[in-house]
């Protein structure tokens, strides 16, 4: 992966058989989401040589819980380098900022799951969490 510019930060075993999680580090613009693309093509394209089936569909076992999914983490820093979610004096290490970051994630999520469930199983992976 690193050869075609896809830097992983970690990569372990998940619960299910064959099942792996992996992340990628904080990345500026969209770089992230062309490392997503190239990774999902190294994968099938590695794996296919090797006789196997890559699949990145959400898996649901409502008798095991959500099995997998995709989520996204959010991050915002100022021009000196300063996470602006956080406030180590607050109780919950929370800015205000932050705060109404999260309260607009919370009042626009039915919306936003049009763009961050792109499959049926994603969006009916929500009723599990």
Known sequence: MEG???KIETLMQEYGFGQFELTFPV??????ADMVADFKTASFVHLKRKGLTAEFMTCVR???GNCSGFHYNFSLWDSQG????ADPDDCGKLSELGRHWLAGMVEHAPAMAALVCPTINCYRSMDYV
């Open 62 to 64: 409502p008798d095991k």
């Open 82 to 85: 300063r996470n602006v979610f």
């Open 4 to 6: 075609i510019g896809v």
């Open 27 to 32: 990345v500026e613009g969209i770089e992230i």
